[in-house]
C-alpha cells in the first residue's frame, strides 16, 4: 500500500506482512467548481446508460424498433440509421481503436480525467456514495455509526443503505440486458418471470457486479484491478494538467497563525474528501484518479482563511518546477506566492506528442469514416464448385456450377438480372430463379438478408478451351446498370 | 537469505528483508481480500472434484453423475426432437411435394447433402462427380436408370442388382464373346459400330459389318439407334458419356464380358425421410430431369 500517514513516520516500525489489511475510506462530502463538474457528468453519463435503451427508432415490419440494440440472435448491431452486420465488426474494433487513442490523448493533455470523472467505476461508486452518504451521514458520522456497537438503529442504516444500493444495481444490471433485447419486453419479462434463465443469468451477473465493485471494492478497483493506472505514466509527461500540490507554497505547513509558515494549514481536508484515501501533497502517485476534489476542499479552506485559491491545482509538473525556482530562498507570504505564480508558463497543449496522438486519431477516424461511407449495401461472392470440378454432358458439353451468396443490407424489396461475361457461345442458368425479358435470370434478393444461388454454366461441345477460362458475372438493376460483379472462372479438363 | 527488514528512507516503506546484489525489495503487501479470493478458487476446484469428473482415475466420475458423452447425447436427443416434425413431414411426403415446398426443399437439400456425404460419396463422390470404373457420375445428365424425381427415388431405395431386395433394378447385359453368343471379329466389329454412334468409327467396313449384328444382338436394349432404354438400365451409347471408358479396348471389353454395376438397397438402411431427402438432393446437383 502506497499510503503512508505522514504521522506513521516516527512509530516504530511495524511487524512486516506480506498482506495487509484494507484501510477503508471514508471520503466526505465536498462543494465546489470540480465537484459540480463531477455531479454534472456523473448525470450525464447514468442518463445515457440508462435512457438509451428506450429509444425508439422506426425500421419498418419485422424489424426492432429500438434505435441502440445489439441484436446478438440475429447477428445484427442497430445503431439508430446504423446497421453492421458481423462481417462488418471492424467498424466496431474502429470503435475501439479510436476510444484507446482518444483516452491517450486526453491523458498526455489533462492526466487521468477519464479515471476521476467518467469512468463507470468512479460514475457509480460516485453514486453509491452519495446513496451512503443520505443514509449513514458524512464522514465522522458513518465512522461512528462503523464503530459503534451493532444495534437496532445501526441494523436498519446498513439495511437500508444495502437495499439502496442492491436496488441500484439491479436497475444497472437490467439496463445493460436492454441494449440486448427489446426493453420494453425484457423489463416485462423480468418483472413478470417470465425472461429466459440467461436473461436472469446475466441480469443478476451485472447487478452483483455492480454492488460489489461499486459499494464494497471501490478504490481496491482503481488500486489493485484496473490495469490503466500502471501504464498511465507512459501517456503523462512534465506538460500534461494533472491534480497537484504546489508545494513551493504551501510548505512548510503548520498552523495559520504560527510564524514562517507556507499556506497549507495541514487541515487534511483534501485527505478527508479523497475517494482513494492519498495525501495529494505527497506527490503524483498510482492510487491518485485526478478526480480533483481535493482541489475543491483546499479552496474551500484558503477561502475562509482569505488566502488565494488554488495551493492544490491542475497544475503540470513543469510549472511546478518553474515556480519552485523562482521562489527558493523566498520566505512564505504574499510576495512567494505572487513570484511563484509569475513564474509559470503557458500551459503547452502543442506538443509532439498531442500532436501524434491528434494525427493517429485523424487517420483512424478518416479511415472509418472512408469505409463507412462507401460500404456496399450488397454483396456478390462467388463459390466455384470444386467437386466436381466440371461435368462432362452426354452431348460433350462441359459445365461448371457455382454457388453465389447476395447479401443486401438494405430494407427494399428488389430483383436483378444476372448477365455472364464469358466467351460466345456460353450459356447461364441459375437453378430456381425466374427470367426477366432478356431472358436472363433474376435473382432477388431477400431485405436484409443473404440469398444463395446455384448457376451452372456450360461451354458448348466442340469449343476449344483453356483449362481455365476467365468468367464475371455481373448484376444488372432494372436499367441495365452494372451494380456488383465478381470474377471467377470455368474450368475444363486438361 | 532474508536479511534485515529496514525502512526505506525515501518511501518510507518497509523492505521485505530480500537483497540481491545490493538491491533490496520494498514490501508492497497485497490486499487481503485478493489472497482470500485466491482461497476461494481453491474451495470452488475442490468442490468442482467432487461434483465433476475431474481426475485421471477409473471412477471418479463425480456425485452429479455428468459425462461428456451424456451431454453430447443429450444434446442429439435435443436435435433429434427439433427435427421430428420437419423429418415427419418428409417421410410421408413425395419428392414432388418436398420439392413444391420451400420449406421442406431447403431442409431435404441441407439434409441430404449430410447424408450424401456420409452414405454415397464413398462410391459417387462429392458432389456426385462419379468415379472412373461404374460409379456413374449423378451431376450429368445422362441417366442409366432415369433421372426424374421418382425414378432417382427408386434407384436409391432398391440398389441395383444386389442380392437384398427383391425390388433391385436387376437387368443384365449378356457375355457376348465369354457366352459364345459372338466371335471375337464379330465383337471388334460391334464394337466399330458403337463407336460410330458417337461419330467416332475408325473402320467404315466393319462398322458396316457390325450394324447388322447390333440390330440383331443389341438393339432390343439399347435401341435401334443405341439410345439406351431405361427401362433396362441400357445406357445411351451415342452420346459423349461413358461409365467404363469410350475407347475402343474399353468397348470391346464390354461387349464381350458385359458390365454389370453393383448398388445396395437403401431403403433397408435408411429412414424413408433420408431417401427422398437424397433424391432431392441428387435431383438437385444439376442433371435432374423435369417431370
Known amino acids: 500500500m502506497g499510503r503512508i500517514d505522514p504521522a506513521d513516520r516516527t512509530a516504530p516500525p511495524p511487524e512486516p506482512s506480506l498482506y495487509a489489511s484494507r484501510q477503508k475510506v471514508y471520503p466526505r462530502a465536498v462543494q465546489g467548481r470540480v465537484r459540480r463538474a463531477k455531479w454534472a457528468i456523473l448525470a450525464f453519463c447514468l442518463a445515457l446508460y440508462y435512457l438509451v435503451p428506450w429509444l425508439r427508432w422506426e425500421r419498418g415490419p419485422g424489424m426492432p424498433d429500438q434505435a441502440v440494440l445489439a441484436d446478438i440472435a440475429n447477428a445484427r448491431l442497430f445503431l439508430f440509421w446504423i446497421e453492421i452486420w458481423p462481417q462488418e465488426i471492424y467498424f466496431l474494433t474502429g470503435l475501439l481503436v479510436l476510444g484507446a487513442i482518444g483516452l491517450f490523448a486526453a491523458t498526455s493533455l489533462f492526466g487521468r480525467v477519464w479515471c476521476g470523472f467518467t469512468c463507470p467505476q468512479t460514475v457509480w461508486t460516485d453514486l453509491f456514495m452519495w446513496v451512503e452518504r443520505k443514509i449513514e451521514g458524512d464522514r465522522n458520522a458513518r465512522m461512528k455509526l462503523d464503530a459503534a456497537p451493532w444495534s437496532r438503529a445501526k441494523l436498519a442504516r446498513k439495511a437500508a443503505k444495502h437495499a439502496a444500493w442492491l436496488a441500484i444495481a439491479a436497475a444497472t444490471g437490467g439496463a445493460w440486458i436492454m441494449y440486448f433485447q427489446d426493453a420494453p419486453t425484457v423489463t416485462r419479462e423480468i418483472l413478470t418471470g417470465g425472461a429466459s434463465l440467461e436473461t436472469y443469468f446475466f441480469f443478476g451477473l451485472f447487478t452483483a457486479t455492480t454492488y460489489v465493485l461499486a459499494g464494497w471494492a471501490r478504490e481496491q478497483v482503481c488500486t489493485y484491478m484496473c490495469p490503466w493506472p500502471r501504464f498511465q505514466a507512459a501517456m503523462l509527461d512534465e506538460n500534461s494538467l494533472v491534480v497537484s500540490y504546489r508545494a513551493w507554497r504551501g510548505e512548510p505547513r503548520g498552523k495559520a497563525k504560527a510564524e514562517g509558515i507556507g499556506d497549507c494549514v495541514d487541515c487534511r481536508a483534501c485527505v478527508h474528501v479523497c475517494p482513494t484515501g492519498i495525501d495529494i501533497r505527497d506527490g503524483q502517485q498510482l492510487e491518485c484518479i485526478g478526480c480533483g476534489l481535493c482541489i475543491d476542499a483546499c479552496d474551500d479552506v484558503m477561502r475562509k482563511l482569505g488566502r488565494p485559491a488554488g495551493l492544490v491545482a491542475f497544475e503540470t509538473l513543469a510549472n511546478l518546477a518553474a515556480s519552485e525556482a523562482a521562489t527558493t530562498g523566498l520566505a512564505p507570504g504574499p510576495v512567494r506566492q505572487v513570484c511563484g505564480m509569475k513564474a509559470r508558463q503557458p500551459v503547452r497543449f502543442s506538443r509532439p506528442r498531442t500532436w501524434m496522438y491528434a494525427g493517429v486519431l485523424g487517420a483512424v477516424a478518416l479511415v472509418m469514416l472512408g469505409a463507412f461511407l462507401l460500404r456496399d449495401t450488397a454483396t456478390l461472392t462467388v463459390l466455384r464448385d470444386r467437386a466436381p470440378l466440371y461435368v462432362r454432358l452426354s452431348d460433350g458439353a462441359l459445365r461448371n456450377a457455382y454457388t453465389l451468396k447476395l447479401a443486401n443490407r438494405r430494407r427494399g424489396e428488389a430483383a436483378l438480372a444476372l448477365a455472364l461475361d464469358a466467351p460466345q457461345g456460353f450459356r447461364l442458368v441459375v437453378q430456381d430463379s425466374e427470367t426477366d425479358a432478356a431472358g436472363r435470370p433474376l435473382l432477388a434478393l431477400r431485405p436484409d438478408g443473404v440469398t444463395q444461388w446455384r448457376a451452372l454454366v456450360t461451354a458448348p461441345a466442340g469449343l476449344r478451351l483453356a483449362e481455365s477460362t476467365p468468367v464475371r458475372f455481373r448484376l444488372l438493376d432494372a436499367e441495365g446498370r452494372t451494380v456488383l460483379s465478381e470474377r471467377s472462372v470455368f474450368l475444363g479438363p486438361k | ?291
Open chain 2, 1 to 291: 537469505m532474508p536479511t534485515k527488514i529496514e525502512k526505506d528512507a525515501v518511501s518510507g516503506r518497509d523492505t521485505t528483508g530480500h537483497e540481491w546484489d545490493g538491491i533490496k525489495e520494498l514490501n508492497t503487501p497485497l490486499p487481503k481480500w485478493w489472497i482470500y479470493t485466491f482461497y476461494a478458487t481453491i474451495v470452488f476446484a475442490l468442490v468442482w472434484v467432487v461434483l465433476y469428473p475431474a481426475l485421471p482415475i477409473r471412477g471418479a466420475t463425480g456425485v452429479t453423475g455428468w459425462t461428456a458423452r451424456g451431454a453430447i447425447v443429450d444434446e442429439m436427443v435435443e436435435r433429434a426432437n427439433q427435427q421430428a416434425p420437419m423429418l415427419n413431414a418428409l417421410r410421408g411426403a413425395t419428392p414432388q411435394q418436398i420439392v413444391a415446398d420451400a420449406d421442406l426443399r431447403n431442409f431435404a437439400l441441407a439434409g441430404g447433402r449430410v447424408a450424401f456425404a456420409n452414405n454415397c460419396a464413398g462410391c459417387h463422390g462429392a458432389g456426385g462427380q462419379g468415379a472412373p470404373g461404374g460409379f456413374p457420375s449423378l451431376a450429368d445428365d445422362d441417366w442409366i436408370w432415369g433421372g426424374k424425381l421418382d425414378q432417382i427415388r427408386d434407384t436409391i431405395r432398391h440398389g441395383v442388382r444386389n442380392t437384398e431386395d427383391e425390388a433391385a433394378r436387376a437387368t443384365m447385359m449378356p457375355r457376348f464373346l465369354a457366352d459364345g453368343l459372338l466371335k471375337p471379329a464379330q465383337v471388334n466389329d460391334v464394337a466399330e459400330h458403337v463407336l460410330g454412334l458417337s461419330g467416332r468409327a475408325t473402320d467404315p467396313a466393319a462398322a458396316g459389318r457390325g450394324a447388322a449384328l447390333f440390330a440383331e444382338n443389341c438393339a432390343s436394349c439399347h435401341g435401334e439407334r443405341g439410345l439406351g432404354n431405361r427401362e433396362m438400365g441400357a445406357p445411351n451409347l451415342a452420346d459423349q458419356v461413358w461409365l467404363y471408358g469410350g475407347d475402343k479396348a474399353a468397348v470391346v471389353h464390354s461387349i464381350a464380358y458385359a458390365r454389370a454395376g453393383v448398388m445396395p438397397s437403401w431403403s433397408t438402411r435408411l429412414d424413408p425421410a433420408v431417401v427422398n431427402m437424397l433424391a432431392v438432393y441428387v435431383h438437385a446437383l444439376g442433371g435432374g430431369e423435369a417431370e
